[in-house]
């Protein structure tokens, strides 16, 4: 079955960066589109970056030029590089296979928290 698995977050202070892995199991990687969504308290979650096989990517009015999503087939894994973090940018990471909007196809891995605060 699918598995998703996201690490690399933590609690950073405004300004500062972190990038973030997601390992995908139980999918032809490769051929598959994947994306990066957040969900801050009381929010729903928002679909953040995505990368399309042939890596043309996507990312959100609200993180553009701050974000940068990438991919490494060989690894099965997908990046988020996260710069300039603002406490805006604080919830829980997560990453999956995008099916437009918000919504996706695989079951939510347990995320990661990034939390921004000074």
């Known amino acids: 079955q699918v598995q998703l698995v996201e690490s690399g977050g933590g609690l950073v202070q405004p300004g500062e960066s972190l990038r973030l892995s997601c390992t995908a199991t139980?999918?032809?990687?490769?051929?598959?589109?994947m994306a990066w969504y957040r969900q801050a308290p009381g929010k729903e979650r928002e679909l953040v970056a995505s990368?399309?096989?042939?890596?043309?990517?996507n990312v959100a009015d609200s993180v553009k030029g701050r974000f940068t999503i990438s991919r490494d087939n060989a690894k099965k894994t997908v990046y988020l590089q996260m710069n300039n973090l603002k406490p805006e940018d604080t919830a829980v990471y997560y990453c999956?296979?995008?099916?437009?909007?918000?919504?996706?196809?695989?079951?939510w891995g347990q995320g990661t928290q990034v939390t921004v605060s000074s």
């Open positions: 999956n296979r995008p099916r437009g909007g918000s919504l996706a196809f695989d079951p």
């Open positions: 139980g999918i032809s990687f490769s051929i598959n589109a």
């Open positions: 990368i399309t096989p042939s890596t043309f990517t």
